[in-house]
């Protein structure tokens, strides 16, 4: 079993820009090498929804439309974290957001977001407001 940790969360004025870090640690001889990371966030009274994911080696990367050209995921394998960088923020984008990682396997994070309910491992999340 995995654990993530995500921080970077905060309150920023519409127009702003946040960085979320995911810090991964796993069992001996784990590495992120080997599993896809995902982004999702929980707006209040809302279901939780897909941000990005990247794939194990970082070759493949999708984003929901609604961040698409302002979000970027990246991952740094050697450190064992994942980050989303959040630039133009809108009070739309108020929610907590989580990372999640699942063991690579053909097809994850291949062309479309992975679903919530596909991912093993999650974070306990991080806040992001997004106000005047």
């Known amino acids: 079993q995995l654990q993530l940790v995500e921080s970077g969360g905060g309150l920023v004025h519409p127009g702003g820009s946040l960085n979320l870090s995911c810090v991964v640690s796993g069992f001996t001889g784990w590495r992120l090498n080997f599993y896809g990371i995902g982004w999702y966030r929980q707006a209040p009274g809302k279901e939780r929804e897909a941000v990005s994911c990247?794939?194990?080696?970082?070759?493949?990367?999708v984003y929901a439309n609604s961040v698409k050209g302002r979000f970027t995921i990246t991952k740094d394998n050697e450190q064992s974290t994942a980050y989303l960088q959040m630039n133009n923020l809108q009070p739309e984008d108020t929610g907590v957001y989580y990372c999640?990682?699942?063991?690579?396997?053909?097809?994850?994070?291949?062309?479309?977001?992975?679903?919530?309910?596909?991912?093993?491992?999650w974070g306990k999340g991080t806040l992001v407001t997004v106000a005047s």
């Open positions: 990247i794939n194990s080696n970082g070759a493949s990367i």
């Open positions: 999640a990682a699942e063991p690579t396997r053909p097809g994850l994070c291949r062309g479309s977001l992975v679903r919530d309910i596909d991912m093993t491992s």
